[in-house]
């Protein structure tokens, strides 16, 4: 399958999973949800390529990144479940999306970059602007999901390249285990009701594998064989996808204010570049 492709399903299930996990929020609190997602893809990892016999074989730099990683993943989900319990899921994607192109108008400067951030700066001001004062705590944690996604891609891309005999997916086995033990504490006990109904957890675990195991692997997969600049610029259908997903999942229709931010941030998106 050409990279593309594989970016093409991540970018479908990327916001279909949590388009899934709002509708658990009836039964389940956020955090909850979020561990339950986080546990249920270590498990699919660990049954599919049982990670822990790679550990050994990492260098002592890998293991940290492969720990930062899981410790990031724990973080990031949780914060963006409490913000699409709270938010719309196009806006909270759209927001995601500010922090990878303020990072690479600053780390790799050019008149395209600067562009590029005003125009996502522009978006997610209309989005901010529209529900600010009715959800400040919505926006903080889709903020703090910003800037954990960008760590999530630095760190995956340095994952990707694998080496030592560990493939990147590998890696993520072993982050993805490492993220189930750290979202534990904030985690655990908001799952409890799920383990006395069985379609509840059934349905848990659907959301973590179509969250967590599809769209992570296929961003490894991409990553591994894209140039950074290539995958950057295919990031431009995510908020696209996050608000058709929106409005056919969960019908949260978005205002034209809304509409026009989206639409900015994906221009955004589609404009900047990043350091081969």
């Known amino acids: 399958m050409p990279p593309h492709a594989f970016f093409v399903v991540s970018a479908v299930f990327h916001y279909l999973g949590p388009s899934f996990a709002v509708l658990l929020f009836a039964s389940l609190a956020p955090p909850g949800v979020a561990w339950l997602r986080i546990a249920s893809a270590g498990l699919v990892f660990a049954l599919w390529r ?3 016999r790679a550990w050994a074989a990492l260098p002592a730099r890998d293991r940290w990144v492969v720990t ?4 990031v993943l724990a973080l990031m989900n949780t914060a963006f479940y409490e913000a699409i319990a709270r938010l719309p899921l196009a806006t909270v994607g759209a927001i995601e ?4 192109i303020a990072l690479a108008a600053l780390g790799f400067r050019s008149r395209r970059n600067l562009a590029a951030l005003s125009f996502a700066v522009a978006g997610v001001w209309l989005l901010t602007d529209a529900r600010l004062a009715g959800e400040p705590l919505g926006y903080l944690l889709a903020f703090a999901n910003c800037a954990l996604f960008v760590l999530y891609i630095l760190l ?3 994952m990707s390249a694998g080496g030592a005999g560990v493939s990147g997916v590998d890696r993520l086995a072993l982050s993805m285990l490492v993220a189930a033990v750290a979202a534990l504490p904030f985690g655990v006990r908001e799952a409890a009701p799920a383990f006395a109904d069985f ?4 349905a848990a675990v659907g959301v973590g594998v179509s969250s967590s195991v599809i769209p992570y692997v296929c961003d490894q997969l991409a990553m591994r064989r894209l140039p950074r600049a290539s995958f950057a610029l295919l990031l431009s259908l995510l908020p696209a996808s ?6 056919l999942v969960l019908g949260q229709v978005p205002t034209p204010i809304e509409v026009a931010g989206i639409g900015l941030v994906i221009v955004g998106v589609a404009l900047h570049r990043s350091e081969k």
């Open 199 to 202: 379609w509840l957890l059934a």
């Open 68 to 71: 930062a990683m899981g410790a």
């Open 242 to 247: 996050a608000a058709a997903i929106g409005l």
């Open 97 to 100: 999306f500010l922090g990878p």
């Open 50 to 52: 049982r990670p822990w």
């Open 156 to 158: 995956g891309h340095r």
